[in-house]
């Protein structure tokens, strides 16, 4: 008798209805294999091309991109339930990177001559070889186009792990890519299950790994890319603070706040999480904030008109849950929301609770969901202890009508990234990482296009006549 083959499969979910989308067969080991050594081939050549060729198809890729942006934004709508204003969004950013980094690449990559004893000395940057990206749901394309823009414009290749519930995304993604003109195979998404991951790490023909994702992922990645000594750029959680001070334009600044903690329905490490207000504005701040989010219209990611969807998965409601009812419990005060939504989808109303203290979970635990904590402050000098009390350091607002001030109390909150008056967002044009438990290394900018290059000192001396 034959033996019976089974396919494993990954299955992608509408988590505004409850239905199947589609299914997509994982590969096998030897599957797996035959990518990898394609890459490496792939990438072998790509590495002798020059720059200024290399950023010849990131041109096309943007365009393609804008080109066909409402189709890509519906499928991320479908697959993970963003708002589709905020989908079309992230492909349009998506395209302006590319444009960035075709724009600045051979400036970034260009040796560096430093003036030594020697004839000859400089720097150069040289591709490291075919990097793996484990990469997560929330921002499907956005997550993807950010790490393989400069890092094919180096000179690298890529294998993209998505995450399985943006399957649709992923491979679109690398259609996208290989119809820009990058060569065949350089690219590729793998369809396989996170048992894969470190055996691909493993592999010597894998030359570093980038992981976006929760900090214990990030953990189990750093680990494998130990033991098989490869470097890691690691850019996890959050529990960005948003604080205000008593000479804060409340006018500008509660739309804003309500802006930076719903957006992509409070799924992103980015987003404003805790809200440590001064005494002066804290109870005029609540009541705002409140009605602002009691305000926002929850439904069909596939409307305009909506602006907070579904969560992406039905263990994510389960999450954002039991981190309010616990804080309700621990003395936390319900302004808005704080309750599923019965119905079809994975949807959660959007909550502000006043009241929190530092030692509830969702002050200290990252909320990945519309819940706003708003935690009172003493002083200015209190707000920044607060926003400083966590373990995560990824990025941090504050918002006064002083900016030196401003700037100055920044100092006290250790993160990778501070804004002054202005939501937390990022830039092609400015690095992007953390520090603490939020990660490490950086993406984006110079300093992240050269985080997967080989940086290289030269020296050369006049032979001897």
Known sequence: MSETVVVQETVTVNPATGEELARYPQLDAAGRDAALDRAVAAQSAWREVPVS???????????????????????????????????????????????????????????????????????????????????????????????????????????????????????????LVRRAGFPEDLFQTVVVGHSAIDDMIADPRIAAVTLTGSEGAGASVAAAAGRALKKTVLELGGSDPFVVLDDADLDTVVPLGVKARFINTGQSCLCAKRFPVEAGVHEEFVARAGEAARALRVGDPLDPATQIGPLAKPSFVDDIDRQVRESVAMGARVVAGGHRIEGPGCYYAPTVLADVTSDMPVFREETFGPVMAIVKAADAAEAIALADDTRYGLAASVWTADMARGLELGRGIRSGALFVNAVVASDPRLPFGGVKLSGYGRELSREGMLEFTNIRAVWAMEGAS
């Open 53 to 175: 060729e290399r950023v010849v198809p990131l041109r096309e890729l943007a365009r393609l991109l804008r080109d066909e942006a409402e189709d890509h934004a519906r499928l991320m709508s479908l697959e993970m339930g963003k708002p589709i204003t905020e989908a079309l969004a992230e492909v349009r950013k998506c395209a302006l990177t590319c444009d960035y980094y075709a724009d600045h690449a051979e400036d970034f990559l260009a040796p560096q001559p430093v003036a030594t004893e020697a004839a000859s000395s400089f720097v150069t940057y040289e591709p490291l070889g075919v990097v793996l990206a484990v990469m997560p749901w929330n921002f499907p394309f956005w997550q993807v186009i950010r790490f393989c823009a400069p890092t094919l414009a180096a000179g690298n290749g890529g294998i993209l792990k998505h995450a399985s519930n943006v399957t649709g995304s992923a491979l679109a993604i690398a259609d």
